[in-house]
């Protein structure tokens, strides 16, 4: 099946300092990428969606000028936690869009386990 | 996207069969039913999906009333490693720019 990475799988870091999260997908190629965070007990909350070349579009209620997400081919998009706090520790998951023509089929990575002291 | 409305935890035994609702009462006829899973600390997995024909995959079934109203995920024989978070969405799925939100899910403890 459709393998969709994540880089990395946890990270710390200290508070005011930035942290880039990479997503992947392995073998396809994907036309749509999405973010989601997930607090701890809690379920997926989509972020934002965005599309290779295009900018993102943010949920509202999420900051776009916090969550910087570069979407720069069909294979990558990132997410960079500007001036991270500790209210932004979080699991972060993304996920890959794939199809044409049909019925479209969404893969997620495994996410990536942010901690911010 | 229609809401979906499923239990919040549910347990089963070693493999037995594990069946879970979901009601969806506004589906519009549209929309497919799709159903993702979630262990603990990992991105969710894709499960399987159906419009309106009961379907089967590998992994489990899927059967969908005739009113389409409800749907019901079967695992037929549940394993430990069957323990999550099963998630319950209703999409167009036909569209690149519909969004995949996701509900509660319901807690499935499978216990030996």
């Known amino acids: 099946g459709a393998v969709v990475s994540q880089h990395p799988s946890w990270v710390i870091c200290k508070s005011g300092t930035s942290v880039k999260i990479e997503c992947r997908s392995l073998?396809?190629?994907?036309?749509?990428m999405f973010w989601y965070r997930q607090f701890p007990k809690q379920s997926l909350m989509l972020m934002a969606t965005?599309?290779?070349?295009?900018?993102?579009?943010?949920e509202q209620g999420v900051e776009k000028d916090k969550f910087l997400i570069n979407h720069a081919s069909l294979t990558l998009s990132t997410l960079t936690v500007t001036s991270a706090h500790p209210e932004d520790s979080s699991f972060y998951i993304c996920?890959?869009?794939?199809?044409?023509?049909?019925?479209?089929?969404?893969?997620f990575g495994p996410g990536t386990r942010l901690t911010v002291t | 996207d229609a809401k979906t409305t499923q239990p919040t935890s549910m347990d089963c035994a070693e493999g037995r069969a594990a069946n879970l609702p979901c009601n969806h009462s506004?589906?519009?006829?549209?929309?497919?039913v799709y159903w993702y899973r979630q262990i603990h600390s990992q991105g969710p997995q894709y499960i399987i999906h159906?419009?309106?024909n009961n379907e089967t995959n590998e992994m489990a079934s899927l059967i969908i009333t005739e009113d389409r109203k409800s749907s019901t995920l079967i695992l037929p024989h549940a394993t430990l490693r069957d323990t999550a978070v099963y998630y319950c969405?209703?999409?167009?799925?036909?569209?690149?720019?519909?969004?995949?939100?996701f509900g509660t899910g319901t807690r499935l403890q499978v216990f030996p």
């Open positions: 996920s890959a869009r794939t199809g044409q023509g049909g019925v479209y089929e969404q893969y």
């Open positions: 073998d396809f190629q994907a036309t749509t």
């Open positions: 965005s599309n290779e070349g295009s900018k993102a579009t943010y």
């Open positions: 506004t589906i519009s006829g549209n929309e497919y």
């Open positions: 159906g419009l309106k």
């Open positions: 969405i209703v999409r167009l799925g036909r569209y690149n720019t519909d969004k995949l939100i």
